[in-house]
């Protein structure tokens, strides 16, 4: 079915009430939330400021900022904003670094306080509910514990401390698993949704699918048809651009997921859960060359061993001098890292430790025993794990110093063009003399280029990130796996998938939001309306 059905948040009293307000001439938007609805909402610059800038660094300014507890104030607001043609952007924790949660003007909804019910775990049923203001470590943590470590999440983006649940749907943020199971759409099973006009629904996966690649929206007397976009998007892990009705139907969940926001308001989730294993083989292996750990990733793959893996991650040119505890990692400074882990259901420890030391000698890719550390202690994890995290933040970091924009590719192409891409990138970058780091999830061919550049070289830096992105569409490939589009990245999309992409993402933006008001400026610019 492809009609579906939204109920208002907003009674005719507090319509009529709205209205007769925003008509007087003492009327303030502050005021009024906050006196007759009680939301959380400043205009206060110093308050706001804190808001107007995400993990992008991409300046941004906003006018207000509004801090909601439940979906009847959010309905409130986005009603509200809509009425007066103020511009919505919504923010959790911030953590992209493609400035979608930058605003542009407008009024600020952070989720932050969003965070009741708590979460509930279903343990018969392998699901968990909960709400959008949840940090996802959280959540994570939650749920082992409540379903007593029998059922887990397994999405485990590095960002996950910070990151609110959603955000990661938004996003649909992946982790280090490869394959589907690794992001977020996975294991979406229902979704409760706010359109700007203060209707609400819950869209459960598989009740509502595209007919003739469109979807009814029933809002009481009123009737949104909206056009499924249906641009050819790559299925490789894949975070560019809302999903498609392309090649087959589209399930409305999967629309709302990955949308950064430009369709609607998330307001909670219900997640499926896996089987937590008995115990996880976690490993760091240092291996001498780029191409043998690329080696190793084939031989995994054709071992029928990669998608049973829940890491393959990999620290390549350059990571070493951006990373906490190198010293304890790694022997020489030329040799590359791999953490794996693998899932242990059935079998000891002894004897999956085993058939892994069997494994990596017969892979021939250069890795002698001494060169693998047995992460299975808490403190050899928290070495990985700090070291793992330091390298991206330690790069922004120095991104800010040199007052910089930050500049991470997160292009993926499909295997079979993986080398072509990853040679190519290099020469480019050595030849400018340009520094970078690269390390990412080598179990998707999904590596990032990190670019530390200073301002003189900001203009021979955005030729040559330009060079990687065209590349990457040239090998089938897209400019985003995991980070999505946001604002910075606009372009790219129109290099990946032209213009008749933006005109289909910009009607359905419009069948959801016609005043263009939510989420202003995210994948696509709409100039005028
Ligand atoms: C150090 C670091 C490491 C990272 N590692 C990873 C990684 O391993 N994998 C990965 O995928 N990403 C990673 N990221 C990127 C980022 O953490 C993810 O994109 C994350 O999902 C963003 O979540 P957030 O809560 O911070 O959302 P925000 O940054 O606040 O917002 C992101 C987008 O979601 C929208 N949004 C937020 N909540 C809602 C909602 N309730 N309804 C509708 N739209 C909403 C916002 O408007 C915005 O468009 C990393 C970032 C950093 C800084």
New binding site residues.
């Given amino acids: 079915m492809n009609i579906i059905k939204f109920q208002t948040k907003i009674t005719n009293h507090e319509k009529i009430l709205i209205d007769d307000c925003i008509k007087t001439s003492s009327f303030s938007l502050c005021g009024f939330l906050s006196d007759k609805f009680l939301i959380d909402i400043t205009d206060d610059s110093d308050i706001v400021s804190s808001f107007e800038r995400?993990?992008s660094n991409m300046p941004g300014n906003a006018d207000f900022l509004a801090r909601p507890i439940n979906e009847k104030q959010c309905a409130i607001i986005l009603y509200i904003c809509n009425l007066l043609n103020i511009n919505v952007?919504?923010?959790?924790?911030?953590?992209?670094?493609t400035g979608?949660?930058t605003p542009k003007g407008g009024l600020v909804l952070s989720?932050i306080n969003i965070k009741k019910p708590n979460t509930q775990v279903d343990i018969e049923n392998k699901t968990a509910k909960t709400s959008?203001g949840t940090i996802l470590e959280d959540m994570r943590n939650d749920i082992l514990q409540l379903s007593n470590k029998k059922l887990y999440y397994p999405v485990d983006?590095?960002?996950r401390k910070?990151?609110?649940v959603?955000?990661?749907i938004?996003?649909n943020?992946?982790?280090f698993i490869p394959g589907d199971k690794g992001a977020t759409r996975h294991w979406v099973n229902r979704l409760k949704i706010l359109l700007t006009n203060g209707y609400i629904t819950n869209i459960t996966r598989g009740d509502y699918i595209t007919n003739d690649a469109k979807f009814i929206l029933i809002c009481d007397d009123k009737k949104i048809i909206v056009e499924a976009p249906s641009y050819h998007r790559p299925k490789i892990k894949n975070a560019s651009g809302p999903f498609t009705a392309a090649e087959e139907e589209l399930d409305f969940i999967d629309l709302i997921i990955g949308s950064?926001?430009v369709f609607?308001?998330?307001i909670d989730v219900e997640f499926n859960l896996a089987d937590s294993p008995k115990d996880f083989l976690d490993l760091f292996i240092t291996l001498p060359s780029e191409n043998d750990a690329i080696k190793l990733r084939g031989y995994l793959k054709q071992q029928n061993i990669l998608y049973q893996l829940n890491a393959l991650e990999y620290f390549g040119y350059n990571c070493q001098n951006y990373m906490e505890h190198k010293e304890k990692l790694f022997k020489t400074e030329s040799s590359v890292g791999i953490y794996l882990q693998y899932p242990i259901f059935n079998n000891s420890i002894d004897e999956v430790i085993e058939k892994w030391v069997q494994l990596l000698d017969d892979s021939d890719c250069g890795i002698k025993d001494d060169n693998v550390f047995l992460l299975n202690t808490a403190d050899n994890w928290r070495i990985f794990f700090e070291a793992r995290h330091s390298m991206?933040?330690k790069a922004?970091e120095k991104t800010k110093e040199l007052d910089a924009i930050s500049i991470i590719t997160d292009t993926i192409v499909p295997y079979k063009n993986f080398n072509d891409f990853i040679q190519f990138s290099h020469r480019i970058l050595r030849e400018n003399n340009i520094e970078y780091l690269l390390f990412g999830h080598l179990g998707d061919c999904h590596l990032h280029f990190h670019v530390i550049y200073n301002k003189e070289e900001a203009l021979i830096i955005n030729d040559l990130y330009r060079q990687i992105i065209r590349k990457s569409a040239e090998l089938d490939g897209v400019y985003s796996a995991?980070?999505?589009t946001?604002k910075r990245k606009t372009i790219d999309f129109y290099e990946c998938y032209g213009q008749e992409a933006i005109n289909q993402v910009q009607k359905c933006k419009l069948a959801f939001d016609p005043k263009n008001i939510l989420?202003t400026g995210?994948i696509i610019t709409i100039k005028d309306i």
Avoid: F, K, M
């Avoid at 952007?89 to 670094?97: E, P, V």
């Fill in positions: 995400d993990w952007t919504i923010s959790a924790g911030r953590t992209n670094l979608s949660a989720i959008v983006p590095t960002s910070d990151a609110l959603g955000g990661t938004s996003c943020a992946s982790g950064e926001g609607a308001l998330i991206p933040v922004l995991e980070h999505g946001g989420n995210n």
